[in-house]
Every structure is written in structure tokens, then in C-alpha cells.
């Protein structure tokens, strides 16, 4: 399997992609820099860069434990969702079938 995406975590929140790109081009061609943002546009704190090879990608993990802006740096290579034990569907995972108000067991008791 070609592994050429890393995850990066423990991030500075004043962190930019262009910051990623930059910092990580020491070790290949960055083809891509991800920080992950919350609805409102703020850093989540961490980011998926993506090179141009394998290799690129194994060099880069040694960034692992580095600091930067303040914070240290926790870089592996990106899992696939499959591999962190799947998809459980929408929201809230295996939770089973009610939710709500509607169709629920307690009898015909009005609210």
C-alpha cells in the first residue's frame, strides 16, 4: 500500500498551512497541506501533509517529537478510516436504532 500522507498533531492554534508546507518541504514536495478546522474556521490542532513519495513521507517522521511555534510535535503516517475500525455510520456511532421523541417504547404517554 503507498503510504504518502502523514498525520501531524499537537499543533499551535496560530498554525497555518503555508507554516505546514513550509516546515515539512525539508523532507520532498509537499502536494498538499490539511489543517483540519472546526465549522467556524479554527485550527482543531492538527493536519494531514501529503508528498509526492513514500519516501518523502517515511523522511518526515522524524519531525516526530520536534517543537514548533511553542508546542511538540506528534507526526505518524495517516491511517486509513478502515483501518481505525471502521465506519460506524452517522453520527454518535453504535447507538442502536430510537432517538428522539417519536416511535419510542414508553407506551402512548403524551408530553
Known sequence: ?????????????????DDLAELFSQYGEVTEAKLIADYDGRSKGFAFI???????????LA???VEYMGRTLK???????AEKGGD?????????GRGGFGGSDRGDRRW
Open 88 to 96: 460506524r455510520g452517522s453520527r454518535g456511532g453504535d447507538r442502536g
Open 1 to 17: 500500500m503507498s503510504q504518502n500522507k502523514i498525520y501531524v498533531g499537537n499543533l499551535s492554534y496560530k498554525t497555518t498551512q
Open 63 to 65: 519531525a516526530n517529537g
Open 50 to 60: 501529503t508528498f509526492d513519495s513514500d519516501d518523502s513521507a517515511q523522511a518526515s
Open 75 to 81: 507526526v505518524n503516517l495517516a491511517r486509513d478510516k
